[in-house]
């Protein structure tokens, strides 16, 4: 039986598409183990959704962009984490490597070189990660989503597209309607923020809920910490910190979508053919991804996007009756585009590369 250790983290976009290639693997006879950090969201959802599989937690960096003391402890942690992720490759007897990125993954991909071990990478944006970009140089193969990616990877970049949780496909809308006391007479407009929630998005549907109330049923994923008293008193009005089983019902339901424009997110309201309007997290505060990815997206007709600097409540409802008003253009470009790869083509291609 072959050995295969999973790495993401900090993020559920760095865990999202472990999640759904796990099952292929473990039809495959994979012994699978998950290496991530403790208390991290991977260890978080690896316990909820896959408690079977062993996981262990490394030291790691966190690779800050800014000025911080801490920095100066970074490679001492890194270092610690490269140690340990050393022993349990050989402890384990690890085959393959693959890492969907994030800082945690860093370690265990220094460690798959000093170890000779197959390491794949997966990059979901369009630019690559900072943490992708470092293990990178120890890798075999980056599998990218977008066709440019693969660029920045010369002779290793290998475009693959998004991979989409099966269980995204199979959600029951009338169940998540009844759930939430839903009725059928008004759309239901969902809000994600991100897998961390998005305080700008938060606060335009505090400012501007009573008129979406009139319009919409609203499902708001408001991310950890970011519930304030009780919110959820208005019948049309729901709000969750993090949905996990319930996600693919209340996605099933929706007829729009408002979100940050994280890539797993947006390919999957692409892939269930959602219009959404999308609204990145600014380039002030990040590399730019997702900024890039929304402007992708408009691009080719599957979205409504507006920059959050600067964003007034008159912009965001204008966008908002854009997005219903284009709606049947939006479903038949989404219609139009290219389907995403099942986990058995993913696994069949990670197999391909672990070869080389
Ligand atoms: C702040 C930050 O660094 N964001 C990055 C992070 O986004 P982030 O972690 O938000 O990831 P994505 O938006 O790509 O994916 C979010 C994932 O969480 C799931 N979900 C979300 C809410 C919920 O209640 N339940 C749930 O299961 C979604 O279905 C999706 O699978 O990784 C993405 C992919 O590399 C990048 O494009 C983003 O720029």
Avoid: C
């Avoid at 220094?110 to 970009?133: F, V, Y």
């Avoid at 700008?200 to 009573?210: A, D």
């Avoid at 992708?296 to 409540?313: H, I, N, P, R, W």
Wanted: hydrophobic share 40%; net charge neutral.
């Amino acid at each position: 039986m072959k050995t295969i250790f999973l790495t993401g983290g900090g993020t559920a976009g760095h865990v999202s598409l472990n999640l759904a290639i796990i099952p292929e693997l473990e039809q495959r006879g994979y012994a699978i183990h998950y290496v991530g950090q403790a208390g991290g969201i991977e260890e978080e959802l690896m316990q909820g959704y896959y408690p079977h599989i062993p996981f262990h937690s490394i030291s790691t960096g966190k690779l800050r962009r800014y000025f911080s003391l801490q920095n100066a402890k970074d490679p001492f942690k890194v270092l610690a984490g490269v140690a340990q992720s050393i022993a349990l490759i050989r402890k384990h007897k690890a085959d393959a490597i693959f890492s969907k990125g994030g800082f945690v993954s860093v370690p265990l991909a220094l460690a798959a070189k000093l170890t000779n071990r197959p390491l794949i990478i997966h990059e979901s944006d369009m630019s690559p990660g900072l943490a992708n970009k470092i293990a990178s140089k120890f890798a075999n193969t980056i599998l990218t989503v977008f066709e440019s990616t693969a660029k920045h990877f010369p002779g290793k970049g290998v475009v693959v597209g998004p991979l989409i949780r099966p269980e995204l496909f199979k959600g029951s809308a009338e169940k998540a309607r009844t759930q939430l006391g839903f009725s059928n007479n008004l759309p239901i407009l969902l809000v994600m923020g991100g897998s961390q929630g998005s305080a700008k998005i938060n606060q335009l549907i505090r400012e501007t809920r009573s008129e979406l109330l009139s319009d919409f049923q609203l499902i708001h994923l408001a991310g950890k910490g970011h519930i304030h008293g009780d919110e959820g008193a208005h019948p049309g009005y729901r709000i969750f910190e993090f949905v996990t089983d319930e996600l693919p019902d209340y996605l099933a339901a929706s007829d729009y979508i408002i979100s940050r424009a994280g890539s797993n997110a947006i390919f999957e309201f692409l892939a269930l053919k959602k219009p959404m309007y999308l609204i990145p997290l600014s380039k002030k505060v990040s590399r730019g991804d997702q900024v890039e990815n929304a402007h992708y997206f408009a691009s080719k007709g599957f979205a409504v996007t507006t920059e959050e600097d600067m964003l007034t409540t008159t912009d965001f409802m204008e966008a908002i009756h854009q997005m219903v008003r284009d709606r049947k253009q939006m479903i038949q470009s989404q219609t139009d585009a290219q389907q995403p790869p099942l986990p058995q083509q993913f696994v069949d291609l990670l197999e391909m590369h672990w070869q080389k």
